[in-house]
């Protein structure tokens, strides 16, 4: 590609549009794609009348075109097979991050959590979808879904909670996003036996960060004894400060120390794969995916990786 770097972006969306499943008319195609390009250029505020003031189309083609269904999340996937290709070792990133607005009429503010002031901040929230690539160490967002207020929850019934919502996102696009991946890679917060649970049950892999004092038991042999009564479904409890190395693996890291077990999670209620990593500076962590195959050093890659999305938002909100 040659040119500017508006040059090249054009391009990029031209190309994507080219693979676009749909059947999109000459003039949709050009009205999109100074739109991709006035967000990247706008200086101030976008709304129809700034993209009306710094283009040579009508405040009115705009509206009109945001009127029309476009299916963003195939357009993502076609931009993310541009960038990373085949490649097999990929993973669904899913993290939410906290917008600061003031006012009272936007839809859906309320207070939510803020990573960056550790407090809870009157604001909006969105909830991102991206794929990582594990080699390349790299994602690109698929989707941005708004998070309802309290108020929205509430009137769903008694037990809706912010999980089921983060879950009904992820049923709702599990179809094209299981097409890339099984892997679902989150942070600490996700890691609830009822978000698991549920995105197991749709197909996923979950690979995400357990609390530092988990009840974890060791994972039975499968030797039945003979007696009566229900067959054991667990060995004995796990003392993360006393391994019993014998039923360990030992990971070859660059710092500290790492094992890996196969062990029974009590919240989970279910035989899960963990990576217990001691870095130099004391203490431990624990890390653990649902999928009992994969290996114990993918497990560290592929949640190290799923900071990556951490970028997409820093940069969605310092640079568009």
Known sequence: MKGTALDQYEEIVTDALKSYLAKLRKSFKTAFIQLMILYMALPRKINFTQMGR??????QRFRQLFEREFDWMQFNLLLMRQRFGE??????????????KSGKKT?????????????????????GIGIVDIDSRDCMTLRAEQTPDKAYLEKQGEDYSLVDWYLDVLRKYKDKLL???RYVVADAWFSKAKFVGEACLMGFHVISRLRDDAALWYAHDGVRTGKRGRPRIK????DFEKLDLQRCEVLDIERG??????????????????VVHYPESG????YFSTD???SAKDIIEYYRTRFQIEFCFRDSKQFT
Do not use: Q
């Not at 710094?54 to 405040?59: L, P, T, V």
């Open 54 to 59: 710094y283009s040579d189309s009508s405040e």
């Open 87 to 100: 490649n097999a070792r990929k993973a669904i990133a899913i993290d939410a991050s906290y917008i600061s």
């Open 107 to 127: 839809p859906y503010i309320g207070k939510f959590w803020s990573g960056c002031a550790s407090a809870m901040k009157r604001g909006l929230e969105i909830l």
């Open 179 to 181: 097409g890339i991946t």
């Open 235 to 238: 060995g004995e409890k796990i």
């Open 257 to 274: 120390k790492a094992y890996s077990i196969k062990a029974y999670s009590k919240a989970m209620k279910r035989n899960i794969k963990v």
């Open 283 to 286: 203490g431990h962590k624990i």
């Open 292 to 294: 009992l195959d994969i």
